[in-house]
């Protein structure tokens, strides 16, 4: 089974909840989705729980937005398999508050 | 020397105003949680140094912090790193879900919605066990913790109380007010807006309306079981029969635990409003803070006025050395007055303009704690010893 490690980059308001810098990397076995990056942060970081999915149905957070590569993924299935530039680190799995302006 | 500390939780984190006795000169501690909206924070009678506070964003939903040192330091309980890849945590702080399947409630334009956890309104940390607390929430319910908040479970048969007619109030469909009898562990009363007040006898197990003598001229029966938009419920925990209510528009009454309600507004400049409080030592003693209408969210005539009966409400007397009389445009929300225990009673609210402000003479005389904060949505005071 492979084993990957994927750096992630979370808003403000993550970063203090959780006391942590801009961006992380987290490991993780199995393929490389959207639900597997969220289920290793939410496992690294128990206190994001509830902030980025809902508790119950796993959807997205409605004000959240997912992107990868300069592409907005936020509205793709949560087991489609990420960019390879995700694989490799070249790239981050960014989590954004929508709206931000204002 | 008996010293006070003054949670109060606004819209961009939370701020702890600490005095002694005096309550003249005040240390000023915050922003905690910068940036967040603290809806709410609480102490435990029990325990003062433990706190709870709800912290919650549009962005991000609801986070529960609890503190063990007064203060100091919070955690989110059961929030913590866990000590190894793929272990569970213990607990879920920030989960609330509802029981069972939960259904529809009215929304504004009266078509069926469909039940929605959006936040905790207000913490009421149990006067005898500092592990249990009750979080009232959007969409309205009560929920209860036996482990300080690390894991929530729901009081249902609240909502079996003709949930599906409540329709939200203007601020949304919260509950947000919870008095524990501190003689009779069984019964609570609890507020929601707009669906009225409710009251258990049980522990919660079983509910009712309790909203008779209520006239609320909005909804298409003034006198109906369920519907009213109450804003706010005190009692003076000698007396716990005796309850006070800030009505939609009126000042109300009960002296029977619910079971018939009487105006006391009597000579208000208006009866709109949002907070009330009782005296800390004297039972028949009220506090409220009179909102021009419902259309012009701010205090009456530009002055900000604080009014007390001292006969148990219908005679009210204006409160104004130190309050801006002119000029003056801010609102005072319903979880943002609260009362200190000490030998004459201090009286706290903050504004929507991000004053708080203090009475430290059972409200003969104000003077502002800090001027500048943000929009403050909660304000609770802790008596020290």
Redo the contacts between chains.
Sequence with gaps: MNRHAIRVVL????Q??AKIGSEVVV?FDGPATTESVLDAVE?????L????RD??TKKR?P??RFFACGKDISHEQPDTLLPDALLSRNEPFIIW??VAGG | MSSVRVLVGTAKGAFILTSDGKREKWEIEGPL????TIYHMKGSPVDPDRIYASQC???????LQRSSDGGKTWQ?P?????PE???M?TG?S??F?YDGDAGTHMWFDGTPHPWEFKRVWHLEPSPTDSEIVYAGVEDAAIFRSDDGAMTWKELPALRSQRGSEWQPGAGGLGLHTILLDPTNPLRIYVAISAAGAFRTDDGGTTWKPINRGLKSKYIPDPDAEIGHCVHRLALHPSRPDVVFMQLHWNVMRTDNAGELWTNISGNLPTDFGFPIEVHAHEPETIYVVPIKSDSEHFVHEGKLRVFRSRTGGTEWEALTKGLPQRDCYVNILRDAMATDSLDRCGIYFGTTGGQVYVSPDDGDNWSVIVHDLPRVLSVEVQTLP
Excluded: C
């Design positions: 808003p403000y308001h993550l203090t909840l490991e496992s690294s970081y128990p206190m729980r509830g902030t980025i508790y119950v957070r004000l959240l508050g929508a | 949680f910068a940036g967040w964003s549009d962005w991000f939903g609801q986070v989110q059961g929030g913590e790193a866990v890849m793929g272990a945590p879920a920030n989960k879900v």
